[in-house]
């Protein structure tokens, strides 16, 4: 099984005071690395922490360590990930959580680990359930 991992728990895992936070460590303690994700998660996740000593660079000491797989390249995907995004404009999507449904469709046993209820809305491969692990 491939995690692939959304803002929300990688901000809750460096943020004490988040709501989610023992839970994404409890997460994160269960997951083995490496967890895949995407730049524009990254980017997400280093503006929401930055208000955080160290948030920003905690995050992209993940990366630097090998614990985020950034191997997925916006560029080489973006045709299917504009179609998600024009599909989803009601939700609306963002480029973050097109990334995601992106993945979950290459990444035949991945599941996405997130806080966003809006993957219970989003499909991969047209009609298919996207596996998540998410708080109860």
Request: glycine share 6%; net charge negative; hydrophobic share 45%.
């Amino acid at each position: 099984m491939k995690f692939i991992l959304d803002t929300g728990p990688l901000v809750a895992l460096l943020n004490r005071r988040d709501q989610h936070h023992r839970w994404a460590w409890d997460q994160w303690e269960r997951m083995e690395a490496p967890l895949f994700t995407c730049e524009p998660v990254i980017a997400e996740a280093c503006f929401l922490v930055q208000g955080l000593e160290g948030g920003s660079a905690a995050v992209l000491d993940f990366v630097r360590r090998g614990v985020l797989d950034l191997s997925f390249r916006v560029v080489e995907e973006s045709a299917v990930i504009i179609g998600l995004m024009r599909k989803y404009r009601d939700v609306p999507m963002s480029l973050a959580d097109g990334c995601l449904v992106r993945m979950a469709e290459r990444h035949t046993d991945g599941v996405v680990v997130t806080l966003d209820n809006d993957f219970k809305v989003y499909r991969k491969n047209g009609r298919q359930l996207i596996p998540t692990v998410t708080p109860d």
